[in-house]
């Protein structure tokens, strides 16, 4: 027996990691080409970061599109 494979969501809560994960990476490239100041940049990568381990912890089970989630 085969296995089908999960299809995934497109809802927007299923993008939220992503979505944060990117733009600390971008926060990081913009500090790079000294876009951003470096004060700028300490501040908003661990506020992003902790945003997303709260989306992690506290969003399980809130996403009612998904019975999985």
Known sequence: MVD??????GCPCHLMNGILVALIGLIFL???FSV???KIVGIAWPVLL???GLKN???KGRCKCCPES
């Open 4 to 9: 089908e494979p999960k299809k995934s969501c």
């Open 30 to 32: 913009l500090g790079n």
């Open 36 to 38: 951003l100041s470096p």
């Open 50 to 52: 902790i945003l997303l």
């Open 57 to 59: 912890s506290v969003g």
